[in-house]
């Protein structure tokens, strides 16, 4: 399958449906390939619009997936309409699925040390097939390589990386090529999810593309971060008028 990509604001997003991300980063685990996926939403594309070595990195990623609505809006508003949202939460249980079926070996990095050790524990329950080789919490030394040593060491299949944007790319892309196999994949707050430290958004609120919302009123102190929405749709709204 070759991959189509739509190019919003110097990001190519991967253009397949979700399940055809699955099916790609599955068949990569399985052929013991080194890949990085990146599940991009508005807040970390204006990122990589202001910082240059964040955006250098996002684009080294073998997958960069539309994680938000605002990005698949933008897409359809730019006339190069992606297929569809690709969720990280939803493809990180996904992989953890298959993951069950299949055996894999998984490293969860990331969290503080309790939401850490209970998302381990909420996956061991939920997928006891999964093989939980290793875990560490997310406050550690980059100027050390004892972390990245250990997980070299039990040779996982998916590398689980909660460190928050922009530290989880950066220390992917400080660290992947001194591995030979694996998938890394930032996946923020979604540890928080798994730990049940944090509810997702009911599916009602999913199914209108309000999940955003549901997470403010949940967390109002999230609304700075919310402020980067309109900002990235003005941007867009230029584009599209200057053309």
Same mark, same amino acid.
């Given at each position: ?26 068949r990569n685990i ?51 309409? !992606?297929?569809?949202? #690709?969720?990280?939460?939803? %493809?990180?249980? +996904?992989? @953890?699925? $298959? ?17 850490n050790k209970k ?35 039990v040779q996982p ?36 999810? !798994?730990?049940?430290? #944090?509810?997702?958004?009911? %599916?009602?609120? +999913?199914? @209108?593309? $309000? ?33």
């Amino acid at each position: 399958m070759k991959a189509k990509t739509v190019n919003i604001l110097g990001i190519d997003f991967i253009n397949l449906r979700f399940d055809d991300v699955v099916e790609i980063a599955a068949r990569n685990i399985e052929e013991q390939k080194k890949s990085f996926i990146v599940t991009a939403n508005p807040e970390i594309v204006m990122y990589a619009c202001e910082h240059t070595e964040y955006r250098q990195i996002v684009q080294t990623a073998a997958m960069v997936v539309p994680d938000g609505i605002g990005i698949v809006i933008a897409s359809k508003l730019i006339n190069h309409p !992606l297929e569809e949202r #690709v969720a990280g939460y939803d %493809l990180m249980v +996904r992989l @953890l699925e $298959l993951g069950d079926q299949k055996k894999w070996r998984i490293y969860l990095l990331g969290g503080k040390d309790y939401t850490n050790k209970k998302a381990v524990y909420n996956i061991s329950k939920r997928y006891p097939n999964v093989q939980i080789v290793g875990s560490h919490h997310g406050f550690f030394d980059w100027n050390e390589t004892t972390v990245a040593d250990e997980i070299k060491a039990v040779q996982p299949d998916i590398v689980f990386v909660a460190l928050g944007f922009p530290k989880q790319e950066q220390w992917i892309a400080r660290n992947i090529d001194s591995f030979t196999k694996g998938l890394f994949m930032g996946v923020g707050g979604s540890i928080d999810v !798994l730990a049940g430290e #944090v509810k997702r958004a009911p %599916l009602f609120w +999913r199914k @209108l593309n $309000l999940e955003w919302l549901y997470r403010l009123l949940k967390q109002p102190s999230r609304w700075r971060r919310i402020l980067a929405l309109p900002r990235f749709l003005i941007k867009i709204f230029q584009i599209k008028l200057s053309k």
